[in-house]
């Protein structure tokens, strides 16, 4: 079966047409400025071409309907027809507390979704419009959803609970939800594979270092921790996004600078972070090119960011009482060799020793620890499609 897989944002959508039968991946493709003029779709036929083609896109229908074009294509195109599309996977980022694994998206499903939509007024919306697009235009194929939180919801009370008035945990669902959950149960579950090693035996922290970063703690293969919270703000610092800081400082900049409704908000997810911070770049490599011209603040935001990302290594050891692996994934994560380097620095009394040749490597699948390390590192890079691919054949099948 073909399973086609879409992650749709507020102005994009990215696409991949996948063959379960040996999980090859046959086309990915990118919509980009939906609504807004010079909308673009680039496909690619792997191994075989690239095309990029303007076309006006006004809506995600539309967009949709050129991924269906450019799938079906009978010069760039993997499919005859949309027949042969077994099921579309499409990733969504908050289930809240109701799903904690994927699930075929049914009427109630829709609704169940639209309710968390106050829980994640950025990110649902694009996914579930999405969604009904891929409906309209395959109405008899069926569609599984895919949740961000889902991976997350094993963790434990003492976790996920927030140190607040516990009735705006019943009333709001205000409690910790972690994300980027496809993504921490794909590394963990490749590092188990490269180890040899049950994931059921094994305590694992996989560091997900994207524009967006989070940690999570797995322990015999379910998430017990993890470093984003009640929106991805939380945790660790990112490229734009504050991550945790002492919430008197909103009230504090709000007076002190007399913010309007929402700037706080905006503040710290678009102009905090290692932007913040360097008054440089969100983007690791502008930072280190910036740091090797003396840029002292470009410095600055590279240590505040590895040293919150060994904060929580820390953090998991401890609440695991040990570790077996660490893994890096994501841009930064599979990319940026002096930021792997500066994380495992003199981390050799728990056991963290990374080999800093074996480390001289980027977006390839392999250990990177020193034979000596009691704790194996891991570069992994992430496969959320494959993930998404997965799941929804497995839904399918059933
Ligand atoms: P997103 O959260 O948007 O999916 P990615 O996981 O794609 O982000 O990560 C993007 C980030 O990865 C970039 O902003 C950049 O900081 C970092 N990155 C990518 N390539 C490199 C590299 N060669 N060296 C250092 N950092 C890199």
Same mark, same amino acid.
Not at 162 to 171: N, Q, R
Not at 304 to 326: P, Q, S
Not at 370 to 396: C, G, H, Q, W
């Given at each position: 079966?073909?399973?086609?897989?879409?992650?749709?944002?507020?102005?994009s959508?990215?696409?991949?047409?996948?063959?379960?039968?040996?999980?090859?991946?046959?086309?990915?493709?990118?919509?980009e400025?939906?609504?807004?003029? $010079?909308?673009?779709?680039?496909?690619?036929?792997?191994?075989?071409?690239?095309?990029?083609?303007?076309?006006?896109?006004?809506?995600?229908?539309?967009?949709?309907?050129?991924?269906?074009?450019?799938?079906?294509?009978?010069?760039?195109?993997?499919?005859?027809?949309?027949?042969?599309?077994?099921?579309?996977?499409?990733?969504?980022?908050?289930? $809240?507390?109701?799903?904690?694994?994927?699930?075929?998206?049914?009427?109630?499903?829709?609704?169940?979704?639209?309710?968390?939509?106050?829980?994640?007024?950025l990110?649902?919306?694009?996914?579930?419009? $999405?969604?009904?697009?891929?409906?309209?235009?395959?109405?008899?194929?069926?569609?599984?959803?895919?949740?961000?939180?889902?991976?997350?919801?094993?963790?434990?009370?003492?976790?996920?609970?927030?140190?607040?008035?516990?009735?705006?945990? #019943?009333?709001?669902?205000?409690?910790?939800?972690?994300?980027h959950?496809?993504?921490? #149960?794909?590394?963990?579950?490749?590092?188990?594979?490269?180890?040899?090693?049950?994931?059921?035996?094994?305590?694992?922290?996989?560091c997900h270092l994207g524009n967006g970063a989070s940690v999570?703690?797995?322990?015999?293969?379910?998430?017990?921790?993890?470093s984003m919270?009640?929106?991805p703000l939380e945790g660790l610092v990112m490229g734009t996004r504050s991550g945790d800081i002492d919430?008197?400082i909103v009230?504090?900049i709000?007076?002190k600078e007399?913010l309007?409704?929402?700037v706080a908000n905006e503040i710290l997810n678009k102009k905090s972070g290692v932007l913040g911070i360097s008054g440089v770049s969100s983007d690791f490599r502008d930072l280190e090119k910036a740091a090797e011209e003396g840029n002292e603040r470009a410095l600055l935001a590279i240590k505040v960011f590895a040293h919150k990302v060994r904060f929580y290594?820390?953090?998991?050891?401890?609440?695991?009482?040990?570790?077996?692996?660490?893994?890096f994934t994501a841009g930064v994560g599979e990319n940026d060799i002096a930021m792997r380097d500066i994380i495992c620095n003199?981390?050799?009394?728990?056991?963290?020793?990374?080999?800093?040749?074996?480390n001289k490597?980027r977006g390839?699948?392999?250990?990177?620890?020193?034979?000596?390390?009691?704790?194996?590192?891991?570069?992994?890079?992430?496969?959320?499609?494959?993930?998404?691919?997965?799941?929804?054949?497995?839904?399918?099948?059933?």
């Amino acid at each position: 079966m073909k399973v086609l897989v879409v992650n749709c944002g507020s102005s994009s959508l990215k696409y991949q047409v996948l063959d379960m039968v040996n999980e090859n991946l046959l086309a990915k493709g990118l919509v980009e400025r939906i609504g807004i003029e $010079g909308s673009v779709i680039t496909h690619e036929k792997i191994g075989i071409d690239k095309v990029v083609n303007e076309i006006p896109m006004e809506t995600h229908k539309d967009a949709i309907e050129n991924v269906i074009k450019a799938v079906t294509d009978k010069d760039h195109g993997v499919v005859e027809s949309m027949d042969e599309i077994g099921a579309v996977g499409h990733r969504v980022v908050h289930a $809240g507390e109701r799903y904690s694994e994927s699930v075929l998206i049914t009427d109630k499903v829709m609704q169940v979704l639209n309710e968390c939509v106050e829980l994640a007024p950025l990110h649902n919306p694009p996914n579930l419009i $999405g969604i009904e697009a891929c409906k309209q235009l395959m109405p008899k194929t069926p569609m599984v959803a895919v949740f961000d939180t889902a991976f997350h919801q094993t963790m434990p009370a003492e976790s996920y609970i927030y140190a607040l008035p516990y009735e705006y945990y #019943k009333k709001y669902g205000i409690r910790r939800y972690g994300f980027h959950g496809t993504s921490h #149960k794909y590394v963990a579950e490749r590092a188990a594979y490269m180890m040899n090693v049950n994931l059921d035996d094994l305590k694992i922290i996989t560091c997900h270092l994207g524009n967006g970063a989070s940690v999570s703690a797995i322990k015999r293969g379910v998430c017990i921790d993890t470093s984003m919270g009640f929106t991805p703000l939380e945790g660790l610092v990112m490229g734009t996004r504050s991550g945790d800081i002492d919430p008197a400082i909103v009230t504090y900049i709000r007076q002190k600078e007399g913010l309007a409704q929402g700037v706080a908000n905006e503040i710290l997810n678009k102009k905090s972070g290692v932007l913040g911070i360097s008054g440089v770049s969100s983007d690791f490599r502008d930072l280190e090119k910036a740091a090797e011209e003396g840029n002292e603040r470009a410095l600055l935001a590279i240590k505040v960011f590895a040293h919150k990302v060994r904060f929580y290594i820390g953090a998991y050891i401890a609440e695991m009482n040990g570790v077996d692996a660490v893994v890096f994934t994501a841009g930064v994560g599979e990319n940026d060799i002096a930021m792997r380097d500066i994380i495992c620095n003199d981390l050799g009394n728990l056991g963290i020793k990374l080999d800093l040749v074996k480390n001289k490597v980027r977006g390839k699948e392999m250990e990177i620890s020193r034979d000596d390390s009691k704790v194996k590192i891991f570069l992994i890079p992430t496969n959320e499609e494959l993930m998404i691919a997965r799941d929804t054949y497995k839904i399918v099948n059933k």
